[in-house]
């Protein structure tokens, strides 16, 4: 067979440097070996970075403190200073809802001032 047969795809693609003495280059040794045997898709900055293009995508989070029913007579009924019972007692977990999906429950806290809340769990959903 001629030298020409012998070429391996390494050699074949652009940019590739010629084999020495006319011998076909070693497959392994043009591969450079990995320093871990986790793959690029599991590397957590290679998941980061394939994230960002969702960075700037708006969602709605929302904080429930309780829930309360009531007929639209007694709703009209309310005014300044009404008091409407929620059906959570004080202490007991909010929940987290991020695009009308629950995903958290957590605590109110109070920051400067302003109303927070601290995620105390996260909920697992089966839904994908």
Partial sequence: MSDEENLNLEEL???APPPENGAASDPAAATPPKADAE?????????IS??????DIPVQ???????????????LKLGRGAVVELDR??????????????VARGEVVVLDERL???MT???KSDRR
Avoid: C
Wanted: proline fraction near 2%; avoid cysteine; charge should be negative.
């Fill in 13 to 15: 693609q652009e940019g």
């Fill in 50 to 55: 394939g994230l960002e293009a969702v960075y």
């Fill in 89 to 102: 007692k004080v202490g007991e977990a909010i929940d987290i809802y991020v695009n009308d999906r629950l």
């Fill in 116 to 118: 927070g809340v601290t």
């Fill in 39 to 47: 793959s690029e898709e599991d590397d957590p900055a290679t998941i």
């Fill in 121 to 123: 769990e996260i909920i």
């Fill in 61 to 75: 989070v929302s904080a429930v403190l309780g829930r309360s029913t009531m007929q639209v007579s007694q709703l």
